[in-house]
């Protein structure tokens, strides 16, 4: 079976899709700071953000690993179990950063910005996720997910800024939506 970062890569649509709205980009794979798990587990940046942001495999494997996001301002957040799940939620809910809080009113805000900036969003998410034989889910669905696994699981994924000792602050609240 193909690896999906592969897939990524070969899949023009799909990559500029994830690219933006989702910023998310393979060729971003460096993290400014020296950073490890509490836990000891192995960290592997694979890509970032246009705004200094890195995910990480965490622990041993390969794609279906665990997948932090730390942003450049010291938050980090488990964001989901493996890569599938991540590039899901990047598809059907490229906003995620901005619903903190997870109450419906952010979401329903923050999708309606994107949709308006993006009129063809949906359509190209589509066939982004086809081209990746990705099924969608809906984006409060993802979402939900998302906050199951931040708020549930991050507590052993705490990632460490090495020189200093101290842990990166939770990115999320642990409210949920509704």
């Known amino acids: 079976m193909e690896s999906l970062i592969a897939a990524v890569r070969a899949q023009?649509?799909?990559?500029r899709f994830l690219s933006w709205?989702?910023?998310?980009?393979?060729d971003r794979s460096d993290h400014v700071e020296e950073v490890h798990l509490a836990s000891g587990a192995a960290l592997e940046v694979f890509a970032g953000d246009g705004s200094g942001g890195t995910y990480f495999f965490c622990g041993e494997g390969g794609e279906e690993r665990p997948v932090l996001y730390a942003d450049s301002e010291g938050g980090a957040a488990l964001v989901a179990v493996d890569?599938?799940?991540?590039?899901?939620?990047?598809?059907?809910a490229p906003w995620w950063r901005d619903c903190r809080e997870f109450t419906a009113e952010e979401v329903r805000?923050?999708?309606a910005e994107y949709l308006a900036?993006?009129?063809?969003?949906?359509?190209?998410?589509?066939?982004a996720a086809k081209s990746l034989?990705?099924?969608?889910?809906?984006?409060?669905?993802?979402?939900e997910r998302l906050r199951e696994v931040?708020?549930?699981m991050s507590g052993d994924f705490v990632l460490v800024l090495t020189p200093?000792?101290?842990?990166?602050?939770?990115?999320?609240?642990g409210r949920a939506t509704g």
């Open 12 to 15: 023009d649509e799909a990559a």
């Open 21 to 26: 709205p989702g910023d998310f980009e393979l």
């Open 83 to 92: 890569l599938p799940e991540l590039l899901r939620l990047l598809l059907v």
């Open 109 to 111: 805000e923050s999708a």
């Open 117 to 127: 900036d993006i009129p063809d969003l949906v359509a190209r998410r589509d066939r």
């Open 133 to 143: 034989g990705l099924t969608l889910p809906s984006a409060a669905d993802a979402l």
């Open 150 to 152: 931040a708020v549930g």
């Open 164 to 173: 200093e000792g101290h842990s990166y602050e939770p990115l999320f609240g």
